[in-house]
């Protein structure tokens, strides 16, 4: 049986952060989709079309990954695409708080389990909200993306 995981998130913009919890997934999954919620309460810098093609070009000769977008509830999504957990990065206690929460909603609605990777203590400091912030103040973000290949 292959074991699938949803990797949800906005991922505006996808940093290197997130390419290492996915790294770090293959160690125990077979096949991960990088969803992309649309969510409209929040104010992407980076249209959904760019963030798609970032991912898919990123991760071009990595066949165990799939990139779709959604503008569902995640846990609507996650039995649609009939994976078998969802994967989330967690860098703090804050996360952990609103992560367990959505977790343990999401197990109850539809009895999907939700994997937890502490993010590595490198990328703590990493978030997409950061992120956006500096692009707006017109502050390079280079060393926070990961390389295309």
């Known amino acids: 049986m292959r074991r699938k995981a949803l990797f949800p998130g906005t991922f505006d913009p996808y940093t290197i952060a997130h390419d290492a919890i996915v790294q770090r997934a293959f160690s125990f999954t077979d096949e991960i989709i990088i969803g992309i ?53 967690v860098r703090n206690s804050v996360d952990f708080e609103y992560e367990r929460n959505m977790a ?23 978030s997409s909200t950061l992120l956006r912030e500096l692009i707006r103040c017109k502050q390079s973000i280079s060393h926070f993306i990961p390389v295309l290949k």
């Open 37 to 89: 919620g649309i969510n409209s309460e929040k104010n992407t810098i980076f249209s959904l079309d760019s963030r798609i093609a970032f991912i898919e070009k990123l991760y071009a000769s990595e066949e165990r990954i799939s990139v779709a977008s959604y503008d569902t509830l995640t846990i609507d999504f996650a039995k649609k695409a009939d994976v078998n957990f969802i994967l989330r990065g």
């Open 104 to 126: 343990n909603f999401n197990r109850k609605q539809a009895g999907i389990d939700t994997v937890f990777l502490i993010s590595e203590p490198e990328f703590f400091h990493i």
